[in-house]
Protein backbone atom coordinates (compact mmCIF):
# COMPACT_ATOMS: atom_id res chain seq x y z
CA UNK A 1 0.00 0.00 0.00
CA UNK A 2 2.74 2.27 1.00
CA UNK A 3 4.61 1.71 -2.79
CA UNK A 4 1.30 2.75 -4.13
CA UNK A 5 0.79 5.89 -2.12
CA UNK A 6 4.06 7.15 -3.67
CA UNK A 7 3.48 6.43 -7.10
CA UNK A 8 0.59 7.89 -6.86
CA UNK A 9 2.42 11.07 -5.14
CA UNK A 10 5.07 10.75 -7.84
CA UNK A 11 2.74 10.93 -10.84
CA UNK A 12 0.77 13.86 -9.19
CA UNK A 13 3.71 15.54 -9.29
CA UNK A 14 5.41 14.26 -12.68
CA UNK A 15 1.97 15.65 -14.69
CA UNK A 16 1.18 18.62 -12.45
CA UNK A 17 5.13 19.95 -12.96
CA UNK A 18 4.26 21.32 -16.83
CA UNK A 19 8.02 22.46 -18.27
CA UNK A 20 7.90 26.24 -19.46
CA UNK A 21 6.83 26.25 -23.14
CA UNK A 22 8.51 28.42 -25.64
CA UNK A 23 6.43 30.91 -26.31
CA UNK A 24 5.25 31.20 -29.87
CA UNK A 25 4.00 34.66 -29.80
CA UNK A 26 5.35 37.49 -27.95
CA UNK A 27 3.70 39.04 -25.12
CA UNK A 28 2.07 42.75 -25.31
CA UNK A 29 4.62 43.67 -22.43
CA UNK A 30 7.25 42.91 -24.99
CA UNK A 31 5.13 44.31 -28.31
CA UNK A 32 4.36 47.35 -26.10
CA UNK A 33 8.71 48.09 -25.11
CA UNK A 34 10.05 51.01 -27.31
CA UNK A 35 13.69 50.76 -28.77
CA UNK A 36 15.26 54.05 -30.62
CA UNK A 37 15.83 53.88 -34.21
CA UNK A 38 18.84 55.52 -35.70
CA UNK A 39 17.03 59.29 -36.09
CA UNK A 40 16.46 58.85 -32.16
CA UNK A 41 12.87 58.19 -32.94
CA UNK A 42 10.98 56.09 -30.24
CA UNK A 43 9.53 52.66 -31.66
CA UNK A 44 7.36 50.28 -30.15
CA UNK A 45 8.46 46.38 -30.83
CA UNK A 46 5.12 46.08 -32.44
CA UNK A 47 5.59 48.42 -35.31
CA UNK A 48 9.17 46.79 -35.69
CA UNK A 49 7.29 43.54 -36.46
CA UNK A 50 4.15 45.06 -38.38
CA UNK A 51 6.92 47.06 -40.85
CA UNK A 52 8.13 43.28 -41.49
CA UNK A 53 5.03 41.39 -41.74
CA UNK A 54 5.05 39.14 -44.50
CA UNK A 55 8.73 38.83 -43.96
CA UNK A 56 10.91 36.12 -42.20
CA UNK A 57 13.10 38.06 -39.18
CA UNK A 58 16.23 36.98 -37.76
CA UNK A 59 16.09 38.70 -34.68
CA UNK A 60 20.18 39.66 -33.56
CA UNK A 61 20.25 40.52 -29.44
CA UNK A 62 24.12 42.24 -29.49
CA UNK A 63 26.42 44.74 -28.39
CA UNK A 64 29.63 46.24 -29.67
CA UNK A 65 31.15 45.74 -26.41
CA UNK A 66 29.99 42.13 -26.43
CA UNK A 67 33.18 40.14 -27.78
CA UNK A 68 31.31 36.92 -28.41
CA UNK A 69 28.70 39.42 -30.68
CA UNK A 70 31.60 40.67 -32.95
CA UNK A 71 32.89 37.17 -33.28
CA UNK A 72 29.85 36.37 -34.30
CA UNK A 73 29.67 38.91 -36.91
CA UNK A 74 31.36 36.94 -39.55
CA UNK A 75 28.45 33.80 -39.13
CA UNK A 76 25.88 37.00 -39.41
CA UNK A 77 26.92 38.11 -42.59
CA UNK A 78 27.40 34.28 -44.15
CA UNK A 79 23.86 34.02 -42.89
CA UNK A 80 22.92 37.34 -44.79
CA UNK A 81 24.48 36.78 -47.71
CA UNK A 82 22.87 32.87 -48.09
CA UNK A 83 19.08 34.12 -46.88
CA UNK A 84 18.98 37.11 -49.12
CA UNK A 85 15.24 37.46 -48.28
CA UNK A 86 14.89 37.27 -44.57
CA UNK A 87 14.71 40.89 -42.78
CA UNK A 88 17.72 40.80 -40.55
CA UNK A 89 16.62 43.60 -37.17
CA UNK A 90 19.52 43.99 -34.64
CA UNK A 91 18.88 45.01 -31.29
CA UNK A 92 21.58 46.44 -29.29
CA UNK A 93 22.28 46.48 -25.98
CA UNK A 94 24.83 49.05 -25.80
CA UNK A 95 25.33 51.10 -23.17
CA UNK A 96 24.76 54.77 -25.57
CA UNK A 97 23.59 55.37 -28.66
CA UNK A 98 27.04 57.11 -29.74
CA UNK A 99 29.12 53.63 -29.28
CA UNK A 100 25.88 51.84 -30.77
CA UNK A 101 25.93 53.74 -33.78
CA UNK A 102 29.81 53.61 -34.08
CA UNK A 103 29.55 49.91 -33.94
CA UNK A 104 27.31 49.44 -36.51
CA UNK A 105 29.85 51.58 -38.50
CA UNK A 106 33.03 49.84 -37.37
CA UNK A 107 31.52 46.44 -37.85
CA UNK A 108 29.84 47.24 -40.71
CA UNK A 109 26.58 45.51 -39.93
CA UNK A 110 24.14 45.67 -42.29
CA UNK A 111 19.80 45.54 -41.32
CA UNK A 112 17.88 47.09 -39.23
CA UNK A 113 18.76 48.73 -36.50
CA UNK A 114 17.47 49.68 -32.78
CA UNK A 115 18.42 50.66 -29.18
CA UNK A 116 17.11 48.54 -26.53
CA UNK A 117 16.40 51.79 -24.01
CA UNK A 118 14.66 49.65 -21.45
CA UNK A 119 18.04 47.09 -21.52
CA UNK A 120 18.29 43.51 -20.09
CA UNK A 121 15.66 43.74 -17.81
CA UNK A 122 12.93 45.46 -19.18
CA UNK A 123 9.77 44.26 -20.66
CA UNK A 124 11.32 42.80 -24.48
CA UNK A 125 14.73 41.51 -22.27
CA UNK A 126 12.42 39.75 -19.61
CA UNK A 127 9.96 38.43 -22.03
CA UNK A 128 13.06 36.51 -24.12
CA UNK A 129 14.57 35.77 -20.66
CA UNK A 130 17.67 37.44 -21.75
CA UNK A 131 20.79 36.39 -19.94
CA UNK A 132 23.27 36.22 -22.93
CA UNK A 133 24.43 37.91 -26.14
CA UNK A 134 24.75 37.28 -28.45
CA UNK A 135 21.06 36.18 -28.83
CA UNK A 136 19.30 35.24 -32.13
CA UNK A 137 15.91 34.62 -32.53
CA UNK A 138 13.87 33.69 -35.70
CA UNK A 139 9.94 35.27 -36.37
CA UNK A 140 8.00 33.75 -39.14
CA UNK A 141 6.26 36.15 -42.24
CA UNK A 142 2.64 35.81 -39.71
CA UNK A 143 5.01 37.47 -36.77
CA UNK A 144 5.15 34.01 -34.88
CA UNK A 145 8.13 32.99 -32.97
CA UNK A 146 9.64 30.08 -34.98
CA UNK A 147 12.99 30.37 -32.78
CA UNK A 148 12.74 31.46 -29.38
CA UNK A 149 16.51 31.09 -28.42
CA UNK A 150 19.85 30.36 -30.41
CA UNK A 151 23.59 31.92 -29.37
CA UNK A 152 25.03 31.42 -32.84
CA UNK A 153 24.25 32.43 -36.06
CA UNK A 154 25.37 29.31 -37.47
CA UNK A 155 22.81 27.07 -35.48
CA UNK A 156 21.52 24.47 -37.32
CA UNK A 157 17.91 25.40 -36.27
CA UNK A 158 18.33 28.74 -37.58
CA UNK A 159 19.46 27.85 -41.43
CA UNK A 160 16.70 25.08 -41.05
CA UNK A 161 14.00 28.12 -40.85
CA UNK A 162 15.45 29.83 -43.16
CA UNK A 163 15.86 27.36 -46.29
Same mark, same amino acid.
Given at each position: ???? $?????? !?? @????? &? =??? @???? !??? =? ?22 ? /? %? ?11 ? %? ?7 ? #?? =??? $??? &? ?10 ? @????? &? ?6 ? #???? +?? !? ?5 ? %??? %???? +? ?10 ? /? ?6 ? /? ?5 ? $? ?7
Amino acid at each position: MKKI $KYILIF !FL @TFISC &K =AQE @TPKV !FSE =AALNDTFLNLDGSSIPFKTILDAN /K %GKTIVVDIWASWC %GDCIKGMPK #VK =ALQ $KQY &KDAEYVFLSLDK @TQDAW &KKGIEKYE #VKGQ +HY !FMESGWK %GPF %GEFV +HLDWIPRYMVID /KKGNIKLF /KAIEADD $KKITSILK
